[in-house]
């Protein structure tokens, strides 16, 4: 190698080690040492020797954490090790249930738990390999999530490459994205001058950020992130303490919560709880309640999990913080199946750094039993912390009050409202012509789980019906993109990048088309079970009531709505256009044997030839059933590593225990 490349490399690597070191000093430490132009002055050398070189360049510099635009989704990644959820606390009681159930099964007095704040963002995976940030993979379902790298690598706080002594390690940990209050307060004022939709809390725009196409929003965004967890490691770097293990991951260089510490007692956990609580409203970010995790890894492995959440540990949430303030008026909104909510318009009050002024009052009942009138000053909470909601009104200070009352007609449509017979609600029977009630069941249409088209959010939904280019969710697979390319705030690539999206949308399943119809009280899980017991959607169309009655899980209420759904002449038009639009339907669900017809199973553990998703969708295919808990009618228990607690119930309820090799047999 040439003694000027060497130079050049070695300025490389120097400036790059200042940038990162000033990053950390702004963006983590609150503490910049040099001004912003001497900052600047360090980017512009480093990026124009990498212009000059591109070759040397080092795909984690400083100057490379933004990437181009997405031109289609993210990608979905199957998770190695499932991201679990975790168990809750709601009150003291609940966590000594907790506590008490741990001790016992590990047969001791006292557990050690690591205790950490309960960050209200966003779960995420973050892989390193070779000391280099590799992917970050959002959690999704705990089993399949999206690959959102191109806007994780915009977070200045997170390093792209491991300190020394770790900077060859290929690891894998559990992390949190969630933005700091103030930068909250910023972006939501900046939107309120140019009258645009506000963002109702922190979590929201965090992980709204995270799923943005173009990573150069997310880079202005300011997200931060906390490191929580290892999930894998290619070596022994720690010890068997969670804690210890904490401190280590701080090393590498990541950012880990200055709050986190072990409690060694129940009462030194309650103690934590108590003190968390009382300072949460003086932290720069949101937290919602206190993660205890046994510190023990052995003690862990002891316990295991379940199929949704790990037995050594536990989410003890907050009581929700209150503030009072006035009921100005209410305005009523409009759902995607025509249901009438009052929504209580407030004067803005702050509650853990987030401006309240609008709050759900459910229904007329909801409001008649706590006795809310316009002009009563209420207790406003924030149920779980994100939901905004009137617990109670402050009668002591009750003066001059209106009563409220329903409206009798639409607010959005103008037509006769009808009250639910036997229900507290009340309805806009006008589906077809009611613009909110259109809106919602076109997103509805287009959400996650129905035919998952991204880009098609509430605003440009509008903007397609305001410009005559779709009027339901069928027209949506007829749309005249040159049109759309005219309109303002779209242009060529957001067009294109609908289009695709759409396209894309007509490769779909039977269970994900019965659930993107919207039909009434039909949801995924419901969709999942007719999918089992039709081959197509035009066969369920046809199906009696009699016979949707005989389904297990399948009540008359909403066997009735499936029926009158498909009797409706507007529905049988909007299907029909949507079958006639090239859209190719699998049912993945439909058993193609009927080897395991009549058998229950749970799984437990994990698999090295399976992931547990595509263990349920072979015992599905194959006409059997899973349950999520042991009982006398299970059939097999299939056995994984690390158990949990269903492999002891399985062997006392003496039922069949097999492998994944035995389970293999089997079929």
Request: charged share 25%.
């Amino acid at each position: 190698m040439s003694t000027k490349k060497n130079e050049i490399i070695n300025k490389i690597n120097q400036l790059t080690k200042q940038i990162i070191e000033h990053n950390e000093n702004y963006h983590t430490y609150d503490n910049p040492k040099i001004s912003d132009e001497e900052y600047d002055a360090l980017y512009s050398e480093l990026k124009k020797i990498e212009n000059s070189y591109p070759e040397l360049a080092s795909l984690n510099s400083p100057t490379k954490r933004v990437g181009a635009k997405l031109l289609g989704g993210f990608k979905k990644v199957e998770h190695k090790f499932p991201m679990l959820s975790l168990s809750n606390a709601s009150d003291q009681n609940e966590f000594k249930l907790f506590y008490e159930r741990i001790c016992k099964d590990l047969n001791k007095s006292k557990v050690s738990l690591s205790a950490e704040p309960k960050f209200d963002g966003l779960a995420i995976s973050l892989t390193y390999r070779k000391g280099l940030f590799h992917s970050a993979v959002t959690r999704g379902d705990g089993v399949i999530g999206e690959d959102v790298s191109i806007n994780v690598r915009t977070i200045k706080t997170l390093p792209l490459a491991l300190n020394d002594p770790y900077s060859k390690l290929d690891v894998v940990l559990k992390a949190e994205i969630y933005m700091n209050i103030s930068d909250f307060n910023m972006i939501n004022s900046k939107l309120k001058k140019n009258n645009e939709k506000v963002f109702a809390n922190p979590r929201n725009i965090a992980a709204g950020t995270i799923r943005q196409l173009d990573p150069k929003i997310a880079s202005k965004r300011n997200l931060q992130i906390f490191i929580h967890g290892i999930i894998e490691i290619n070596k022994k770097i720690g010890t068997d303490s969670h804690i210890n293990d904490m401190q280590i991951i701080k090393k590498m260089g990541f950012n880990v919560c200055e709050h986190n510490k072990t409690v060694e007692t129940f009462n030194d956990a309650i103690k934590y709880y108590e003190d968390m609580n009382n300072i949460r409203q003086n932290l720069p970010y949101e937290i919602d309640g206190i993660v205890f995790k046994i510190d023990s890894y052995t003690d862990r492995d002891k316990l295991g999990e379940t199929s949704k959440a790990p037995r050594w540990s536990i989410a003890y949430k907050f009581r929700s913080i209150e503030a009072q303030t006035r009921l100005k008026t209410v305005s009523f909104q409009v759902g995607r199946t025509g249901t009438i909510t009052p929504v209580a318009e407030l004067e803005p009050v702050s509650i853990g750094g987030v401006t309240i002024s609008r709050a759900s009052l459910h229904n007329m009942d909801e409001i008649q039993k706590k006795d809310i009138r316009i002009n009563d000053i209420v207790y406003v909470k924030r149920a779980g912390d994100v939901i905004p909601d009137i617990d109670r009104v402050n009668l002591e200070k009750r003066g001059k009050t209106k009563p409220i009352k329903m409206p009798s007609y639409c607010p959005a449509c103008n037509s006769q409202l009808k009250k639910v017979s036997n229900q507290t609600f009340f309805k806009c029977e006008n589906s077809r012509n009611c613009k909110p009630q259109i809106i919602q069941s076109i997103q509805h249409f287009a959400s996650r789980k129905a035919m998952n088209i991204s880009g098609l959010g509430e605003g440009i939904i509008e903007l397609l019906i305001d410009n005559n280019l779709i009027t339901n969710y069928s027209d949506l697979y007829y749309i005249n993109f040159d049109r759309v390319k005219k309109l303002e705030r779209m242009g060529e690539l957001s067009s294109s990048n609908l289009q695709q999206s759409i396209d894309e949308s007509r490769d779909t399943t039977l269970d994900r088309l019965i659930y993107a119809l919207g039909i009434n009280e039909v949801g995924y899980t419901t969709a999942k079970i007719l999918s089992k017991h039709y081959t197509s959607i035009e066969e369920l169309s046809k199906t009696k009531l009699e016979s949707l009655e005989t389904i297990k899980d399948i009540g008359p209420v909403v066997a009735k709505n499936i029926v009158d759904f498909f009797k409706d002449n507007e529905s049988k038009e909007i299907l029909k256009r949507i079958l006639n639009s090239n859209v190719n339907i699998k049912n993945m669900n439909k058993a193609v044997s009927n080897k395991l017809d009549g058998l229950t199973f749970v799984i437990t553990g994990s698999f090295e030839n399976y992931s547990r998703k595509s263990l349920e969708e072979i015992i599905l295919n194959n006409g059997g059933s899973v349950s999520s808990s042991i009982s006398k009618k299970t059939s097999y228990l299939v056995l994984g590593i690390k158990p949990g607690s269903k492999y002891d119930k399985a062997k006392n309820l003496k039922v069949k225990i097999i492998d994944e090799k035995n389970f293999s047999k089997l079929l």
